[in-house]
């Protein structure tokens, strides 16, 4: 069997074989955080004391194991809502827009800045 599969692996191409690489260490990364996030949602639940993660389990066994996927269907399903007296245009391209405070964010720092004293008063006297 081992031989088989030793096989079937070497006779991929490369790209073939970087991308089953590059699919598994995604898939494991993704799951990793999904566990990591769940951890966290079980202590934060047992410190504060609520029903989450800590106490709700999936029919009865493995206690939270099905909330970080829970948490990615109810990010995938969940409806943008439009204000009704919205101009529906510009919600739309803004929600279509990469998010601007990255680029903002800088360029109001150094604004900022720009009106800070970068000398004393003093250095502009001559000592007699």
């Known amino acids: 069997m081992f031989e088989t599969l030793s096989n079937a692996w070497?006779?991929?191409?490369?790209?073939g074989r970087a991308t089953?690489?590059?699919?598994?260490?995604?898939?494991?990364l993704i799951l990793s955080v999904a566990f990591l996030t769940l951890i966290?949602?079980?202590v934060i639940g047992w410190m504060q004391l609520r029903r989450g993660p800590n106490r709700v389990s999936f029919f009865g066994f493995f206690p939270g194991l099905a909330q970080p996927?829970?948490?990615?269907?109810k990010l995938l399903l969940k409806?943008?809502?439009?204000?009704?007296?919205?101009?529906?245009?510009?919600?739309?391209?803004?929600?279509?827009?990469?998010?601007r405070k990255p680029l903002?964010?800088?360029?109001?720092?150094i604004l900022a800045c720009s009106f800070l004293?970068?000398?004393?008063?003093?250095?502009?006297?001559?000592?007699?």
């Open 117 to 128: 004293p970068t000398r004393s008063r003093s250095s502009n006297l001559v000592a007699m």
């Open 104 to 109: 903002l964010s800088p360029a109001t720092r």
């Open 20 to 28: 089953v690489w590059i699919l598994v260490i995604t898939v494991v």
């Open 40 to 42: 966290e949602r079980k």
């Open 79 to 99: 409806e943008v809502v439009i204000p009704a007296r919205s101009n529906k245009f510009l919600f739309a391209s803004y929600q279509m827009m990469p998010p």
């Open 10 to 15: 070497f006779s991929l191409p490369d790209y």
């Open 69 to 73: 996927f829970a948490d990615v269907f």
